[in-house]
Every structure is written in structure tokens, then in C-alpha cells.
């Protein structure tokens, strides 16, 4: 029980009567904070990042450990590089998520941390009390279809409308969808609307541009930054090199503070 509202949620200025505030209700803080709360919940409900990408921030981001170890993983990844391009990376997203303008493209392989960036991104401003909404575009479409269905709880005009002229929309994994005219002009729909309205957008992707719809990467170079981020798989890699060397690999953290 709050010991200054005793749980009402208001309070009363001690003003004179007479005073233009006499008798105005004011807001006590315990209620502001809950209110506060529920704001943030609503705004995480709408977001459709779900409970598995709540934990997805700039700080679980750079206490990962980078997942390579001096010789062990092979030639292929540059220590060195690595580290260059997955700081550059962080400070690009962070400098996004404090005052989305534009776009920015992440891209790069399976595993190397686009997504938890992206995402880090959202959960960033929702943090914030600003409204996001993520979207994995092979999902996206699928659901675009379903409300087709007699029984679907939302119609195609209303999800497609709340895609397109979302605050911040986070794209993730465009070019994994299956392609078909129709998904490719309703993507484009989505994506050129965004384009022409300059709407905060961040995307990820897989493919290099030359893989894309052409309409969609010269969309993508026009509004970018484009990041390329490389660093080898996050997820897993390097379990059985860690066992070898019995020794952790450093966090990006670690590796940010040492310079
Ligand atoms: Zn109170």
C-alpha cells in the first residue's frame, strides 16, 4: 500500500482554496510508475517481438563472447576485422535506436549478430516508451495471407496498413521469403511506402544486394547505411574450439574497453 496515495493513485495539492489547483486530483507517483509500466507493456505487446527477444539488447549484444579463437577457427576470419566491423556495427545501431532517422541495413551471414542488433534496436525504444514493431519477413507475408482466412481475427487491409505505417519497423531477413509475384509486389508495396515517406526502417538480410529485387536494393543503398557486418556464426561455432583451448574467448566488451 502506498503510504502516500494509501493506494487511490491520486493525490490533492495542499494549495488555499481559492487556488486554480484547489481540489485538482494529481497523479502519485506510484501511479505514474505503473502507468508507466503498463505503457511499456503495451507498446512490447504490440511490438511482436515476443518473450524469446526481450533479452536481445545492446548489452547482451556486447557480452557475448566473440566467437573465434587465435588460429582455432580457422583462416577464414581476420581477428582484427572481426572486432573492427562488429564495433562499427554496435555504435552504428546505438547511434539508430537514440533517434531512429532514415534507414539501416545490416548485412551479412547466418549467425553474425544482425538480428540482435536489429532487435536490440526495437527493445531500445520501446525502453524508451516509443512504439516499434518487428517483423521476420517470411512471417510477415505468411501472415498477410492468412487473413485471407473467413476466420481471421484481422483484416489484410488493417496488418498491412499497421506494417506500412509503423513508427519503426524492423524487417528481419528480407530474401528468405519464398518468391512469388504476389509476395514481391506486396513487399515492394510495404518497403516503397516506406522509402517515399522516409519512415524509420531497419532491415536485415542474408543476401548481398545483387541477390534482391533490383526495386528493393537500390530502395535499400538509397536510404542506407548499409552495414556490412563480418564475423563468423554467434551461435555456436566455436563450442568445440572452446573445449579444445579450455579457455573462454573474449566478450566484445571486454575487447571495447581494452582500446
Ligand atoms: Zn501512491
Redesign the pocket.
Known amino acids: 500500500m502506498?503510504?502516500?496515495?494509501?493506494?487511490?493513485?491520486w493525490?490533492r495539492r495542499d494549495v488555499p482554496i481559492g487556488h486554480a489547483e484547489f481540489g485538482q486530483p494529481v497523479l502519485?507517483?506510484?501511479?505514474a510508475t505503473e502507468l508507466k509500466q503498463q505503457r511499456l507493456d503495451r507498446l512490447f505487446a504490440i511490438s511482436r517481438l515476443g518473450d524469446h527477444l526481450r533479452d536481445m539488447t545492446f548489452d547482451s549484444f556486447l557480452s557475448r563472447d566473440i566467437p573465434y579463437d587465435a588460429g582455432a577457427v580457422g583462416a577464414d576470419w581476420d581477428r582484427e576485422e572481426t572486432f573492427r566491423s562488429l564495433k562499427r556495427a554496435v555504435s552504428t545501431a546505438r547511434h539508430y535506436a537514440a533517434d531512429p532517422q532514415g534507414w539501416l541495413v545490416f548485412l551479412g551471414d547466418f549467425g553474425c549478430g544482425k538480428t540482435h542488433l536489429a532487435v536490440a534496436i526495437a527493445n531500445e525504444r520501446i525502453g524508451r516508451a516509443e512504439p516499434a514493431l518487428f517483423q521476420v519477413v517470411p512471417d510477415l507475408l505468411d501472415h498477410l495471407r492468412a487473413t485471407f482466412a473467413p476466420n481471421s481475427p484481422v483484416t489484410y487491409d488493417e496488418l498491412f496498413e499497421e506494417v506500412r505505417s509503423a513508427p519503426l519497423l524492423v524487417l528481419d531477413d528480407l530474401g528468405a521469403q519464398g518468391s512469388s509475384p504476389w509476395a514481391d509486389e506486396k513487399l515492394f508495396q510495404i518497403i516503397n511506402h516506406r522509402y517515399n515517406h522516409r519512415l524509420p526502417t531497419v532491415i536485415t538480410t542474408n543476401l548481398p544486394l545483387d541477390r534482391h529485387q533490383p526495386r528493393l536494393a537500390s530502395r535499400m543503398t538509397d536510404m542506407g547505411p548499409l552495414v556490412f557486418i563480418k564475423a563468423p556464426d554467434f551461435r555456436g561455432g566455436l563450442a568445440p574450439n572452446r573445449a579444445l583451448s579450455g579457455k573462454m574467448p573474449p566478450s566484445l566488451r571486454g575487447r571495447m574497453a581494452g582500446r
Open positions: 502506498c503510504p502516500r496515495c494509501g493506494g487511490v493513485g493525490l502519485c507517483p506510484c501511479k
